[in-house]
């Protein structure tokens, strides 16, 4: 992930979230730096990084910095909080795959992903800032309440699915659109 991708995500959020996920003796074996909603993984050479030294990375003054959600977490790979973050994911996961379609509802404009049972996802498009949707060496796979983000078998992302409220007409009108739609792409092909 490019540094500069994630960057801009948290400063549209005011929002800096780093993970370390950690062996059992407390040496990190990957770190992701995001917001809450998403997060991306990292290279070494940030691992020893504080929130500080990103804010400074990121050219945050001092003054704006007090007005930003700033944390910094450990989690155990072992640990079931740590698991999501794991190359292969003990619960296993199901692939999704990115529409060629978003929405927009309430303001905000939707990524829409289907799961290989036919299940529609959809997730703000701006949690996917840092990585290209279209990119073939990307891959998207549903693990309980996240999607995970992998790099052929590295994960290099989880974005949480956040929950819409939603009524189940406006739900019905959506599955029928997608369902539309999914209909158009076939018949392009």
């Known amino acids: 992930m490019k540094i500069k991708k994630i960057e801009k995500l948290c400063k549209d959020?005011?929002?800096i979230l780093r993970t370390d996920v950690v062996d059992g003796?407390?040496?990190?074996?990957?770190?992701?730096?995001g917001i809450?909603?998403?997060?991306?993984a990292i290279g070494k050479t940030f691992y020893d990084f504080t929130n500080d030294n990103f804010l400074d990375l990121f050219e945050v003054s001092a003054k704006s910095a007090d007005k930003w959600f700033e944390e910094h977490e450990e989690t155990p790979l072992d640990?079931?909080?740590g698991e999501i973050f794991a190359d292969v994911y003990p619960e296993g996961e199901i692939a999704v795959?990115?529409?060629?379609?978003?929405?927009?509802?309430g303001g905000e404009t939707f990524s829409i992903f289907r799961t290989e049972?036919?299940?529609?996802i959809f997730v703000p498009t701006e949690w996917f800032g840092p990585v290209d949707l279209e990119d073939e060496n990307i891959s998207f796979w549903l693990r309980e309440n996240v999607i995970a983000i992998k790099s052929?078998?590295?994960l290099v992302g989880i974005v949480h699915i956040p929950i819409i409220?939603?009524?189940?007409?406006?739900?019905?009108m959506l599955k029928r659109i997608c369902e539309v739609a999914d209909g158009i792409e076939r018949r392009e092909k």
Do not use: H
């Open 13 to 15: 959020a005011k929002e």
């Open 25 to 33: 003796k407390g040496k990190i074996e990957k770190a992701f730096l």
């Open 36 to 40: 809450n909603n998403a997060q991306y």
């Open 79 to 81: 640990d079931p909080d």
């Open 97 to 105: 795959f990115p529409l060629e379609l978003s929405l927009n509802y």
């Open 117 to 120: 049972r036919g299940k529609d």
């Open 152 to 154: 052929g078998l590295y």
């Open 165 to 172: 409220g939603i009524s189940p007409v406006m739900q019905q």
